[in-house]
């Protein structure tokens, strides 16, 4: 089985922090890996989920969903969600939907 | 299951894909690679044109792998893709039921937005009978960068 479109996530959970750094293509297939990681950062209560995007090669209107969604749910559960220092790819889908002002989006790695 | 297909030639594919969440990444592989011999530079910067055409190859295989009928017997999705002059053409054409008729309910989300943004056109050719397939087409310009990409949105 070959596999095209990869993702590997490096993931910790520290200090009430959670970062994951997503490492490749998030599309319909490896939505759900991320989706998994997050999940499992976020079953330790962390007060803040750092997702860093400066290694995402690629992402579709799929994997932004799924950012939606986090952040989305972070509201509703009281944990802060940051989108950190985004690859040429996630920049410019945030530009091209609009969603560059309402995702929260920084570029501070502390 | 692996892509069938062939390249037919410089600047062209023809291929064959499985209807599964892999066929995304595997048609963004084949149009990447004719477009990266049309195209001066490395890679296909995203916000460039390249990937503009790659992120709306990718929404459109999305929206056929999500919509086609499922199962074992699954037809596989037809991915043609050509550059004449400075222009891409690219068609996804379903195994049948995968695009609606109505191209405004096509997708329900981003790709709709992104092929008019930025798409120079594109199109739905719905099924016509006997016939149960169905095409979604988009043409993008590879010379100028999308107008769109740079232009402030919504805020």
């Given at each position: ?6 993702l590997?996530?490096?993931s ?6 959670g ?18 990681a ?5 079953g ?7 997702i ?29 969600l ?28 502390s | ?51 503009s ?10 929206n056929?792998v ?51 943004k ?13 016939a149960?397939?169905?095409?979604v ?9 999308p107008?769109a990409?740079?232009?402030?949105t919504?805020?």
């Amino acid at each position: 089985m070959t596999s095209v479109g990869q993702l590997e996530i490096r993931s910790e959970v520290k200090d009430g922090k959670g970062r994951l750094l997503p490492v490749g293509e998030l599309d319909l297939a490896t939505v759900p890996i991320l989706e998994r990681a997050a999940a499992e950062a976020l079953g330790e209560h962390p007060e803040e989920l750092v997702i860093d995007l400066s290694q995402l090669a690629f992402i579709d209107s799929t994997g932004l969903r799924l950012l939606i969604t986090l952040h989305d749910e972070s509201a509703e559960q009281g944990w802060a969600l940051r989108l950190l220092r985004p690859a040429e790819s996630p920049r410019s889908l945030f530009r091209l939907t609009g969603l560059d002002g309402h995702l929260p989006l920084s570029e501070e790695v502390s | 299951m692996a892509a069938s297909g062939t390249r037919i030639g410089p600047g062209k594919v023809d291929l064959q894909l499985p209807p599964d969440s892999e066929a995304p990444a595997r048609a963004r592989a084949a149009v990447r690679d004719i477009l990266g011999a049309a195209e001066t530079g490395s890679s296909a910067a995203p916000g460039s044109p390249s990937g503009s055409v790659l992120l709306l190859v990718s929404e459109v295989v999305t929206n056929a792998v999500l919509h086609c009928d499922k199962g074992a017997s699954a037809a596989p999705l037809r991915l043609t893709a050509g550059i004449e002059g400075e222009a891409i053409h690219v068609a996804v054409t379903d195994s049948g039921h995968g695009f609606p008729d109505d191209a405004k309910q096509f997708a329900g989300g981003y790709g709709p937005f992104l092929l008019q943004k930025l798409a120079t056109r594109w199109g739905v050719e719905p099924a016509q009978a006997p016939a149960t397939s169905s095409t979604v087409w988009f043409e993008l310009s590879l010379r100028e960068p999308p107008p769109a990409a740079e232009a402030p949105t919504g805020q």
